[in-house]
T-cell receptor
């Protein structure tokens, strides 16, 4: 069966420090991969999605970036964190391709507090 | 563009009460519709989905019917339990419309069930 893991689960970072959140998927090949952010009172926002190695689409302008160095690895980064980057970050995957009703499966999430 | 609107929370119910969480959508194509649930401190889990008009998704006693005429996908449960306390997200994916298959979420509705 397929599994998705992301880490770290919780981190507290000072303003201006770098960020790296990692996500890996097991049990499937060529998945679509996603990073979402859930900020307090603001619902879920899609940040990045990827349909293949090195292919990243950004949904919103921000000081975050994403990379996909391997087929089942997705990394969310920042060079300098802002207070507004605080939130709950969720990695997710789905089956590759334009499939009606394609379900997106989420990881456990990472709580980021920027202080 | 595509969007999802769900009722504002929080919703507080007594155990065994009837639950309805309203969800309406706007889409340019023919979307698939989803309900996800987020238990405290966890990531999102798929609760149910429907891929075409008049389909009914169901799981764990929850149901939702895809109503194209009213562009709605309301979540219902006949008798809630304390363990149903969570945040519920309505979402759509629309390969033929603006979201390109990515999930567009509502803002979430927090449900608290009291014993």
């Amino acid at each position: 069966s397929q599994t998705i893991h992301q880490w770290p689960a919780t981190l507290v970072q000072p303003v201006g420090s770098p960020l790296s959140l990692e996500c890996t998927v097991e049990g499937t090949s060529n998945p679509n991969l996603y990073w979402y952010r859930q900020a307090a009172g603001r619902g879920l926002q899609l940040l990045f999605y990827s349909v293949g190695i090195g292919q990243i689409s950004s949904e919103v302008p921000q000081n975050l970036s994403a990379s996909r160095p391997q087929d089942r690895q997705f990394i969310l980064s920042s060079k300098k964190l802002l207070l507004s980057d605080s939130g709950f970050y969720l990695c997710a995957w789905s089956v590759r391709g334009r499939v009606s009703g394609n379900t997106i499966y989420f990881g456990e999430g990472s709580w980021l507090t920027v202080v | 563009g595509d969007s999802v609107t769900q009722m504002e929370g929080p919703v507080t119910l007594s155990e065994e009460a009837f639950l309805t969480i309203n969800c309406t959508y706007t889409a340019t194509g023919y979307p698939s519709l989803f309900w996800y649930v987020q238990y405290p401190g966890e990531g999102l889990q798929l609760l149910l989905k429907a891929t075409k008009a008049d389909d009914k998704g169901s799981n764990k006693g929850f149901e939702a019917t895809y109503r194209k005429e009213t562009t709605s996908f309301h979540l219902e449960k006949g008798s809630v339990q304390v363990s149903d306390s969570a945040v519920y997200f309505c979402a759509l994916s629309d390969y033929n419309g603006g979201s390109q298959g990515n999930l567009i979420f509502g803002k979430g509705t927090k449900l608290s069930v009291k014993p």
